[in-house]
């Protein structure tokens, strides 16, 4: 009888089991590969075309000036318009070119002046005007009264978000109410440094110096309450507390060129769109959004600031 060695045997049999593990991974590969999947689409259609990567989006409506003026993408940066940058507000951009925010407003169409964008182009003189060449207009005649706080319940005139502030408004006065008061001729609108009639906002002294590029504007000091008076004849533009910085603002336009600006008053005592004459009591000194009581006296010409030294009378 023959004997079989069992490491032979073993031997055997491993190798035939590569053999037919082998075989079973050629006739695999041989076989038909499997094809990509294909996407059905109806007859005649063609693939959705893709965006452009890059490239300027439309501009909104808003963007787009009115009564014959340019689209916005075509006036930036002409004369006359200004491009939205990151921290800007209608209130400063009027500041800065000399307007009333609520004309920018108007003329840009803008339904919330508290919704723009950086990019934004507005246009910041007068539709159909060159930006130096606005003309003046005749200012209403102010009653000529002190001013009294609010009433309780009773609300001030409507501005951009973060402009409510304490704000009062002039009492009735003798020429409105007698029927045989004068009424006083009209404010006329001046356009030169020699027309227009200076006087000091108020009566504390200088503590701190116009300088260029750093202050924009005198400080003069005084106590909590201290009257601030207008600087010469023009109109309220402005009155709240939506300019960061600057507290409780009154910003008189003047005419055209001129604006001045009065600021971190505890108390206004006007409203915007009011005539006001030179002199005349327009709020009480405070400290609102400064570290002491003090008037922030500003004099823009065509929105840039200027010295006020220079304008206003000796002392």
Known sequence: MRRIDPAAATGRAVRALFALVAAVLLAGCAGPKAKAPVEQRPAGSRPAAQAPASGPPPA???????????AAADAAGRPGFYTVRPGDTLIRIALDNGQNWRDVARWNNL???????????????????????????????????DARPLPPGESSAAAPQGTAGPVATPAASAATSSPSAAPQPPIVER????????????????????????????????????????????????????????????????????????????????????????????????????????????????????????????R
Request: hydrophobic share 40%; proline share 8%.
């Open 60 to 70: 909104p409506a808003s963007d787009v000036a009115t009564d014959g003026a340019p």
């Open 111 to 145: 339904d919330n002046p508290n919704l723009i964008e950086v990019g934004q182009v507005l246009r910041v003189v007068p539709p159909g005007v060159e930006a130096a060449a606005a003309t003046s207009r005749p200012v209403t005649p102010p009653t000529r009264t």
């Open 191 to 314: 356009e030169t440094d020699a027309d227009i009639q200076w006087a000091w906002p108020a009566a504390g002294v200088v503590t701190v110096a116009f300088e260029e590029g750093r202050s924009k504007g005198l400080g003069i000091g005084g106590r909590a309450g201290d009257p601030v008076l207008a600087a010469a004849d023009g109109r309220v533009v402005y009155a709240g507390s939506g300019l960061r910085g600057y507290g409780n603002l009154v910003i008189i336009k003047h005419n055209n060129t001129f604006l001045s600006a009065y600021a971190h008053n505890q108390v206004l005592l006007v409203r915007e769109d009011q005539a006001v004459r030179r002199g005349q009591k327009i709020a009480e000194m405070g400290s609102t959004d400064s570290d002491r009581v003090q008037l922030h006296f500003e004099i823009r010409r065509q929105g840039r600031p200027v010295d006020p030294v220079r304008l206003l009378p000796p």
